[in-house]
């Protein structure tokens, strides 16, 4: 197990799941976050082909988070015409179901390979995460 790839993926959901701005500018953008997860992605498909299905979900989630160094907020007043906006919050929905599904193919081959190394405790309990965690999303 190559503990450097889980750091990549560790500060990858930091840049995600923080969001600090200062004015309108997000100092932790996504698409950093996003990168960090590729790269753990890629390394991790060495060990598994499972996590190839979501490497070109996250190609795609990198472009759609450079929008994100502006605020959302901010983007949306800049943008005074409708069919923009509901473009802005379709990409916006597509960016959130495509990193569940990006987090749901980390989750299962995680605790794949935490089963294979008869770690089934933590496979177990990475699953059980997930669930509470989209128990809380919705």
């Not at 599904?101 to 190394?117: F, H, N, P, R």
Request: aromatic letters at 20%; one cysteine or more.
């Amino acid at each position: 197990m190559n503990k450097g790839v889980y750091r990549y993926l560790f500060w990858g959901m930091i840049y995600i799941f923080l969001n600090i701005n200062i004015y309108f500018l997000n100092v932790l953008p996504n698409f950093i976050g996003y990168i960090y997860v590729f790269y753990a992605l890629i390394k991790l498909s060495q060990q598994k082909e499972f996590f190839n299905k979501a490497k070109i979900p996250t190609v795609i989630l990198i472009v759609l988070g450079i929008t994100d160094i502006l605020e959302k907020n901010y983007l949306y007043r800049l943008v005074e015409l409708q069919d923009l906006r509901l473009l802005l919050e379709f990409l916006t929905s597509l960016e959130s179901v495509l990193f569940l599904y990006v987090l749901y193919v980390l989750c299962e081959g995680i605790s794949t390979i935490a089963k294979d190394q008869g770690f089934s405790d933590i496979a177990n309990s990475i699953k059980r995460m997930f669930k509470i965690f989209l128990y809380f999303l919705y």
